[in-house]
């Protein structure tokens, strides 16, 4: 009964914060909401009895990624005008696009397969249940593979994005931080004899 | 279930919360209060001492102060975001406290098992910590976003930068302390930990202690970190706020300064055991409160004895030493576990896991 109204709470609000993510018109509104819809995803997990992927949830992406999101969002120059140019001129197609996503969603959700009779209850588990440690090991002896090459792809990525960033500019001046650390009054300070 | 059920079981909850909220506000009211005596004593001066007997009413006072001030809203800022930014930045820091345990009771021997002092005994409580005290970087950023000033844009980026650079560092000082406990549940780490002070993870993870604790300083913003309000950004993200919009900012930072004293003191000094088993006669709370007094001790005395790092400094004592050090602390953990001979050393601090 509880579980039920807390479910229809989290679900809606994670509806309506999605609709405010598309509707609103200032950028930095959307991604608030879009952080707002997070938390509403995190807690279906937490009543999935799924604690660590919520919390991680949070963690990663409200904590984490949403912050540069923020950041790059608030570095732009949103130019309404501007984006409205043309407007007429795409319509059709992104109008075609909105319609199929449209009747599919639709067909997918009457086909029967997202009916309540298609999926079971998952139900609870036991209080002595410790999801993180079930995840541990899944993701460490079944899934070993996978788990290892996500994690290299991700490697992969990171040294990339510093391969694409770094460059060293003639022109800039750098500091020597042992140099710094380790000087001494003698070395800026001498006595002049008067 | 009936509806009595669910009544008296949400009174409890009520109850719980505020059990804990009231305690955190006036905590918070008199840390401002010892950090003024305090430096005042380093610094060999009075210190507030007239409100009151010895300026103890003085927090008060300062509070009506604030309430009693208007709050200007400045007329190009983003109204809805620049109200809501006080409140993102203090609940988050409020909040964190929900799984924070403040001692083992039996309730003076009415309840046959010893039951934890916490509102939520979660198993991911360590996480959740970290998740929900990460979170109040949007207060932060919405404040400087939404005043729509340069300097205020400034700061809150030099604010949100330097708090996501060093939660990696104290995310993995906390990885280490999971390694030795097994599990994410802080009561379980606190039990971890059991039996004196030769037991406690302060000894085989000295330089983790380190790390957090520091890390923790730039976290909230303590001086040597504190550059978020520096005097050459006017006070940082909160240069445009005023009255109790602007407290409302200190209370979220003197707020985490406490639950990073707690946390510390849970995941390193041994939570509510005291330093000698000889000692466990006096109740736990009271050891667990000692040292995050302590603790808070530490973050004025800090305050009163460093300069101000430069930004980048800052970043790089984040970056370039923090973070190695935690990944080769990781490292030389990970390897001790499992190496023969090394290991039998370090499962005395791991009862029930290592063996």
Known sequence: MLELGFFYLFAGLAVVSALGVVLSRNTIHAVMFLIFCFFNA??????????????????????????LFMFVVMMLEVNFAKLREGMLQYLPLGGIIALVLFIEIIAAAGSGVFSPEGIPDPGHAAQQVNNTVEIGKMLYTKYLLGF??????????????????????KDAKYQNISRQVNVRPEDRMYKVKM | MTWLDTGITAGIWALEILAIAVPVALGVAYTTYAERRVIGWIQVRKGCNRVGWAGLLQPIADGLKLVMKETIIPTTANKALFVAAPLLALIPALIAYAVVPFGETTLFGVWETAHVMAIADLNVGVLYVMAISSLSVYGFLMAG???????????????????????????????????????????????????????????????????????????????????IETEELVSGYFTEYSGMWFATFSLAEYGAMILISLMTSILFLGGWYAPLPVLDFIPGTVW?????????????WFRATFPRYRYDQLMRLGWKVFLPLTLIWLAVIGLAIFTPGVSDIINYWRPGVGL
């Open chain 1, 148 to 169: 290892e090459i996500a994690a290299l792809i991700l490697l992969v990525a990171l040294v990339g994005a510093i391969v694409l960033t770094l460059r060293t500019r």
């Open chain 2, 145 to 227: 976003w939404a005043s729509n000033s340069k300097y205020t844009f400034l700061g809150a980026m030099r604010a949100t930068s330097q708090m996501v650079s060093y939660e990696i560092a104290m995310g993995f000082a906390i990885v280490c302390v999971l390694m030795m406990s097994g599990s994410m549940n802080l009561n379980a780490i606190i039990h971890a930990q059991a039996g004196g002070f030769w037991h406690w993870y302060l000894i085989p993870l000295f330089p983790m202690f380190m790390v957090y604790f520091i890390s923790g300083c730039a976290e909230v913003g303590r001086t040597p970190f504190d550059l």
């Open chain 2, 288 to 300: 667990l409160l000692g040292k995050t007094t302590f603790l808070i001790f530490v973050f004025i």
């Open chain 1, 42 to 67: 995190a807690g279906l997990f937490f009543l999935l009895d799924a604690e660590f992927i919520g919390i991680i949830l949070i963690l990663i992406y409200v904590g984490a990624v949403m912050v």
